[in-house]
């Protein structure tokens, strides 16, 4: 399974940023997509989810900001970023779930918040 991911840069307060993951290779199924972060000094952290029946998850830190869209049937995931703040600057990494149980990771982007 491969990820390429996309988006992210470097965005003022209150700005908005798109990113998305495309997953491509050798599977049966996508169960689930999504993206954790991690900042610098902190541990990861799960920011949102989508999963195979089109169910969405985001996390409380982001919620009413941040909206996950996409469809794992047609192997891509979006994640839209409104209302950013600097407490949002991390390395966003993108993820999917397949066959039930194999975890594949991207490569990570960089979203930077900062005036």
């Known amino acids: 399974v491969q990820l390429q991911a996309s988006g992210g840069g470097l965005v003022q307060p209150g700005g908005s940023l798109r990113l998305s993951c495309e997953a491509s290779?050798?599977?049966?199924?996508?169960?689930?997509m999504g993206w954790y972060r991690q900042a610098p000094g902190k541990s990861r952290e799960s920011v949102a989810i989508?999963?195979?029946?089109?169910?969405?998850d985001v996390s409380d830190s982001v919620k009413g900001r941040f909206t996950i869209s996409g469809d794992t049937a047609e192997k891509t995931a979006h994640l839209q970023m409104n209302g950013l703040t600097p407490e949002d600057t991390a390395i966003y990494y993108c993820?999917?779930?397949?066959?039930?149980?194999?975890?594949?990771w991207g490569q990570g982007t960089l979203v930077t918040v900062s005036s």
């Open positions: 993820y999917v779930i397949t066959d039930w149980s194999s975890r594949t």
């Open positions: 989508i999963t195979d029946d089109h169910r969405t």
């Open positions: 290779g050798t599977f049966s199924r996508i169960d689930v």
